[in-house]
């Protein structure tokens, strides 16, 4: 209860009026009355000048008519108690995009040759739980490391979608290793467990190799050219 209630109240209750009585002489409703004795509604100058003709009460002390300070602290509580609610709300919100978008989207992995540099990641979508057709744990972008591939467009700084293999494909293009190195080749299968290893760094050039020789890590499935 506010001091201006509590002065109304009592006031009233001096003159034997009641609520219902006090309300129709100031021409409010009688709830409007209790709200005011109860501190829960702010009680303005003009009003309260008249109920003091009405009553011959003095009510004239400023800190009275100043808001209810208890009136103010529920106010208080209830901006912190919505400020709150907003603010779970929102990160209730986040959590459930980000598990929604973590079903539908893959952050690939970006590596250099070795496989073992993070470079960053490119989000891609899932669908029927695979990536472009891939199983999700076997996918990753290579960062072209070297201008050897030139010839075929491929061009250091570019990023190849690739998929973890172990398995060469004719005329497919992967990241191998042979001769105690790690580059990117064309293979051209050849019979008799004979592989071509051709790159074009501008000019075409061709290995002949062993298959047991050559150890592919991944195939290269696109490119993304940098502009």
């Given at each position: 209860?506010?001091?201006v209630g509590e002065k109304i109240k009592e006031a009233r209750l001096q003159s034997g009026m009641s609520q219902?009585?006090?309300a129709k002489k100031l021409g409010v409703?009688?709830?409007?009355?209790?709200?005011?004795?109860?501190?829960?509604?702010i009680a303005?100058?003009?009003?309260?000048?008249?109920?003091?003709?009405?009553?011959?009460?003095?009510f004239n002390d400023v800190s009275m008519v100043v808001t209810d300070e208890?009136?103010?602290?529920?106010?208080k509580s209830i901006k912190e108690a919505k400020d709150n609610f907003h603010r779970n709300n929102k990160a209730n919100e986040e959590e459930v995009w980000t598990s929604a978008f973590s079903s539908v989207l893959k952050n690939v992995p970006i590596f250099d040759y070795t496989l073992r540099n993070n470079k960053g990641f490119k989000e891609l979508p899932i669908h029927s739980n695979k990536v472009e057709g891939f199983s999700q744990d076997?996918?990753?972008?290579?960062?072209?490391?070297?201008?050897?591939?030139?010839?075929?467009?491929?061009?250091?700084?570019?990023?190849a979608f690739s998929s973890?293999?172990?398995?060469?494909?004719?005329?497919?293009?992967?990241?191998v290793d042979y001769k105690?190195?790690?580059?990117?080749?064309?293979?051209?299968?050849?019979?008799?467990?004979?592989?071509?290893?051709?790159?074009?760094?501008?000019?075409?050039?061709?290995?002949t190799m062993n298959l047991n020789e050559i150890s592919v890590v991944a195939k290269l499935e696109r490119l993304e050219i940098r502009l």
């Amino acid at each position: 209860m506010s001091r201006v209630g509590e002065k109304i109240k009592e006031a009233r209750l001096q003159s034997g009026m009641s609520q219902k009585a006090l309300a129709k002489k100031l021409g409010v409703a009688e709830k409007f009355i209790n709200e005011v004795e109860m501190g829960r509604r702010i009680a303005q100058e003009s009003f309260i000048d008249k109920v003091s003709k009405i009553l011959k009460s003095d009510f004239n002390d400023v800190s009275m008519v100043v808001t209810d300070e208890a009136l103010l602290e529920e106010k208080k509580s209830i901006k912190e108690a919505k400020d709150n609610f907003h603010r779970n709300n929102k990160a209730n919100e986040e959590e459930v995009w980000t598990s929604a978008f973590s079903s539908v989207l893959k952050n690939v992995p970006i590596f250099d040759y070795t496989l073992r540099n993070n470079k960053g990641f490119k989000e891609l979508p899932i669908h029927s739980n695979k990536v472009e057709g891939f199983s999700q744990d076997k996918v990753l972008y290579l960062e072209i490391q070297d201008d050897e591939m030139s010839g075929f467009r491929i061009l250091k700084g570019d990023l190849a979608f690739s998929s973890l293999a172990k398995e060469p494909s004719n005329n497919g293009i992967f990241l191998v290793d042979y001769k105690g190195k790690r580059a990117i080749r064309q293979i051209k299968l050849l019979g008799n467990s004979k592989a071509l290893l051709v790159s074009n760094g501008g000019s075409l050039l061709t290995e002949t190799m062993n298959l047991n020789e050559i150890s592919v890590v991944a195939k290269l499935e696109r490119l993304e050219i940098r502009l």
